[in-house]
């Protein structure tokens, strides 16, 4: 008499999953990453990937969450430790062409290359919203250090909180069309010419 478990034991590691999903949509984007594509890259069948993520838009949120715990804090924790919105913005944006020139991950940033052309907009709302996140807590850095003096009174905390957006999003781009990491610092540190003194 044969005693045991029915079938094979699960041998399936998620977070590997998850890094390789994430290398797939970091590098295709969400519109252009296929369930084969996902299937070959994680080394599954299709109801396999179904079974364990329920589907291509939940496996991307997932891999969003991934994302930004392991390349895209920087950001939150530079304004979180630097004293002043300035300096956090310097770092951040120095840190940002290290990360999206790194040649261990596709280039750029996934939370913008990942909605470029999608049709989705429930994807594309989604994106939108971390990114506009990021602009807020930009924004409440940039008020902090008006009310502080750090920052001339008078200074538009919102266009230059959207000024370090568009820069990073800029980079972001830029990486993805060659750009090397001396370019993207050079670029940060011409952006900061522009930020206000007090």
Known sequence: MVTGQRGRPRSFDRDAALDKAMLA????????????????S???????????FGDKRKLFDEVVVVYGGRYGDFASVALAEEPTARAAVA????EAAEVYTDPAHPRGCMVISA????????????LRERRNANLVMFES??????ASGALPADTD??????YAGA?????SQQSR???????LEAVAERALVAWPTA
């Open 91 to 94: 770092r951040i944006l120095r």
């Open 25 to 40: 949509f970091w590098e295709r984007g969400y519109e252009a990453t296929s369930i084969a594509d996902l299937t070959a």
């Open 141 to 146: 850095r940039i008020r902090a250090d008006v």
């Open 177 to 183: 069309d060659g750009a090397s990491r001396e370019e």
């Open 115 to 126: 909605a470029i052309n999608t049709t989705s907009d429930e994807v594309a709302q989604a």
């Open 167 to 171: 820069v990073l999003q800029g980079m």
């Open 157 to 162: 905390a919102r266009a230059l909180a959207r």
């Open 42 to 52: 994680l080394g599954i069948s299709a109801p396999s990937l179904y079974a364990a």
